[in-house]
């Protein structure tokens, strides 16, 4: 089973910030938090990684509270281009854990 | 970040037919590579777990005779699906871990994916 929960669907709007939450309820001590973006027929692509507190890179930033059962992946200003299928994967790549994916969330942006 | 290659993107054969598709680390070394199979508006299903030098580690119903993986050097695994049939037409992604390069710990990059159409 997908250690992760996420809403379904989100909708937007271009220029807004969006905040999509992830539950890890059973997230283990050496688990790190991986976002992916996916678009049609592609791979999906590393967004962001971290473990705890705030991690913000360039396109995006990952806020992890205290308890880490739970994460928010926030994009900022987001444009049409960013219509995709985000996924949050929990686990620990240092032990090679196989990381099965959650069922991801179908972020909409509307112009 | 670490780039991942497959070949080819897309292929499309006769049923009966094999088919290999490849995986390649561009520019790092992977002692383990996974690969994934996902349907049209669906999330993506782990098949297999790669592993350099030894056995691939199969996820339960999927058919280790049918689903053939090698991963011969530490920047190459291949999946071939030995006779296939239409129901074997998907979206094959391998994916590839990296170790280190943001610091912390390793991290997942994956392919672009391959698109098998089997008539």
């Known amino acids: 089973l997908a250690k992760t929960t996420q809403p379904i669907s989100m909708d937007s709007y271009e220029g807004q910030e969006v905040n999509i939450t992830c539950s890890h309820n059973?997230?283990?001590?050496?688990?790190?938090i991986t976002w992916y973006q996916q678009f049609p027929s592609q791979g999906p692509r590393f967004i962001i990684q971290g473990y705890k507190t705030k991690v913000t890179n360039e396109v995006a930033s990952l806020f992890i509270p205290a308890d880490r059962k739970s994460s928010t992946l926030s994009l900022p200003r987001v444009s049409l281009s960013d219509t995709a299928v985000y996924y949050c994967?929990?686990?620990?790549?240092?032990?090679?854990?196989?990381?099965?994916f959650g069922k991801g969330t179908r972020l909409h942006i509307l112009p | 970040g670490a780039v991942v290659s497959q070949h080819p993107s897309r292929v499309i054969c006769k049923s009966g037919t094999s088919v290999k598709i490849e995986c390649r680390s561009l520019?790092?070394?992977?002692?383990?590579m996974f690969w994934y199979r996902q349907f049209p508006k669906k999330s993506l299903m782990l098949m297999a777990t790669s592993n350099e030098g030894s056995k691939a580690t199969y996820e339960q119903g999927v058919e280790k005779d049918k689903f053939l993986i090698n991963h011969a050097s530490l920047t190459l695994s291949t999946l071939t699906v030995t006779s296939a049939h239409p129901e074997d037409s998907s979206f094959y992604i391998c994916s590839a871990i990296t170790s280190g390069h943001l610091g912390d710990t390793d991290t997942q990059y994956f392919g672009p994916g391959t698109r098998l159409t089997v008539l």
């Open positions: 994967l929990v686990g620990d790549f240092n032990r090679d854990d196989k990381i099965i």
């Open positions: 520019d790092f070394q992977a002692t383990t």
């Open positions: 059973n997230i283990a001590t050496n688990d790190y």
